[in-house]
């Protein structure tokens, strides 16, 4: 499954770029000296990402945290020592690391998020293969079909950012957490009372889609970020207010420049090397689910077809 892929390869890049590896995480990290298998690792993973994205009734209802109705409190009692003997399994078999915590927030933070838009990107393009076909028509141009793309080549690659930054428009994977604040003291905006001890929070996913800010805003249509005019204004790196799936500010996320790198070289690299087709009985189903991320809810299943021998 086209999902379970790139949460496998997402997971061993973040793993190779805290430990310096270039290719495969499981060496580098003495993973099989320690006892500890890659599924192990990914099952770890999983289950925090559930208990991350689960909507807990104690945020809401306070007197209710001491009954731990769902078991979220049970269950992180027992992931937390799990993940923490693995990290110090993995720190004893490597020379230099970053420590725990910052170990925990990569690995926790710097998945999810770059499989689920990968994810997001193919089934469009399964959608429109004309999209797709432009695609490979810009990366047969630029890369051409005797070698892999790199990374230089990613700057040449206009219209693939367009198709980047039209997914990142309709399916943002933190829709309503670019930015979370609290209010600190009674206020009224636009007539509306807001009690301190509010938190408020941006709906970016509203915003990408409002009709008064956006033309045709459901349609999927990359060339919007073309023109030499809106190429460098339309930036989503939290300039841009239009487009900040990242968030904007002090607070933003700190993984951005990272997370959306990966995601165009691999979306390149995947797109160069194969074409994404439909299966005959199963079309895509655009549908969304929120857990940690905004994900699809039925994953993508696609046919495969070899582009560059």
């Known amino acids: 499954m086209v999902r379970e892929m790139l949460k496998r390869g997402s997971l061993n890049h973040m793993m190779c770029c805290v430990f310096g590896g270039t290719d495969d995480c499981e060496p580098l990290m003495g993973l099989s000296s320690s006892g500890v298998s890659m599924d192990d690792l990914v099952s770890m993973v999983d289950e925090g990402y559930d208990l991350l994205g689960k909507f807990n009734l104690a945020d ?10 769902q078991r979220i409190r049970f269950r992180c009692s027992k992931l ?15 020379e230099l690391g970053p420590g725990p915590k910052m170990m925990l927030e990569m690995i926790f933070r710097g998945t999810d998020a ?10 469009r393009m399964v959608i429109h293969a004309d999209v797709q076909s432009k695609v490979h028509e810009e990366l047969d141009r630029v890369v051409g079909k005797s070698r892999p793309v790199s990374e230089s080549d990613l700057s040449s ?20 957490m670019s930015w979370c604040r609290l209010s600190i003291a009674d206020t009224i905006i636009d007539g509306r009372d807001i009690p301190a001890g509010t ?3 941006v709906n970016m996913w509203s915003i990408m889609r409002d009709p008064e800010v956006w033309s045709d805003p459901l349609t999927f249509k990359p060339e919007r970020f073309m023109s030499k005019e809106t190429e460098t204004e ?15 500010g002090k607070r933003s996320c700190p993984g951005k420049f990272l997370g959306y790198a990966t995601v165009n070289f691999w979306v390149a690299s995947l797109l160069h090397e194969y074409e994404w087709g439909a299966p005959d009985q199963n079309p895509v ?9 905004c994900e699809m809810a039925n994953p993508l299943t696609a046919k495969v077809r070899r582009r560059r021998y």
Do not use: C, Q
Not at 285 to 293: K, P
């Open 60 to 69: 809401h209802f306070p007197w209710l945290a001491g009954l731990d109705l």
């Open 80 to 94: 937390a020592p799990k993940v923490n003997r693995f990290l110090t399994r993995v720190l004893s078999n490597t």
């Open 114 to 123: 770059v499989a689920v838009l990968i994810e997001w990107v193919l089934a």
């Open 157 to 176: 690659m206009v219209y693939l950012h367009a198709v980047i930054k039209e997914v990142l428009r309709l399916h943002p994977p933190g829709p309503l």
């Open 199 to 201: 938190t408020g929070i």
């Open 234 to 248: 339309f930036s989503v790196f939290g300039s841009d207010l239009r487009i900040a799936p990242f968030g904007s």
């Open 285 to 293: 189903d655009l549908s969304e689910v929120l857990r940690l991320s």
